[in-house]
């Protein structure tokens, strides 16, 4: 993990009041067309199917598919994007189109942030929201930098994100301002 100071961000700009950003992995549309596909041919089975073994295997076939493709297109759509907003009050992270699922962080149960230069979906098993004992939650939509946010209880949360050096500066900048646990320790 990079530390970061002030004078090592490349802008001297002061920091926004209010950060935005987003990660995004477009391989993830591969997966939400394979659910689309799994959808298609379990309602092609109910509306087209002659099946003369009974409606016992049909009903199976048809209800797998159907549930088979509605858990890939949810769970992929969900995290093809991830969304991330400091502000002076929270760490708020977003996932997906619909904003779901989300976590907010108040900055009064933050003490710590940090870059990390190379978050990856092997460290934290896969793809989406995670949680590992070891290394606590993350949300990773792809490959590449994001931020590690240490929250007062040891807990921390990582997340992917572009350009997460500006993030931390957003975030150590909420917790200088005195919002934060660290600023009041």
């Known amino acids: 993990m990079k530390d970061l100071t002030r004078d090592s961000y490349a802008s001297a700009e002061p920091v926004p009041a209010v950060w935005t950003g987003r990660a995004t992995n477009r391989m993830q549309w591969l997966l939400a067309a394979a ?3 799994f959808v298609a041919l379990g309602v092609e089975l109910a509306v087209a199917s002659q099946w003369t073994s009974g409606i016992a295997p049909l009903l199976m076939s048809v ?6 493709g509605l858990l890939i297109l949810y769970g992929t759509l969900a995290f093809v ?14 996932c997906g189109h619909m904003g779901l699922p989300r976590r907010r ?3 009064s149960h ?14 934290w098993g ?7 004992p070891e290394k606590g939650t993350a949300v990773v939509v792809r490959r590449g930098e994001g931020i590690v946010v240490t929250l007062g209880d040891g807990r921390v949360f ?28």
């Open 126 to 132: 896969g793809w989406g929201y995670r949680w590992r």
């Open 158 to 185: 990582t997340v992917t994100v572009d350009d997460a050096e500006a993030a931390v500066l957003a975030i150590r900048d909420g917790l200088r301002r005195g919002t934060g646990t660290a600023a009041k320790a």
């Open 105 to 107: 962080i108040p900055l």
């Open 35 to 37: 659910g689309a596909a």
């Open 63 to 68: 209800i797998g598919c159907v549930a088979a």
């Open 81 to 94: 994007h991830v969304a991330v907003k400091v502000d002076s009050d929270a760490v708020e992270v977003r």
């Open 110 to 123: 933050v003490v710590g942030a940090e870059v990390a230069a190379k978050v990856t979906p092997r460290q």
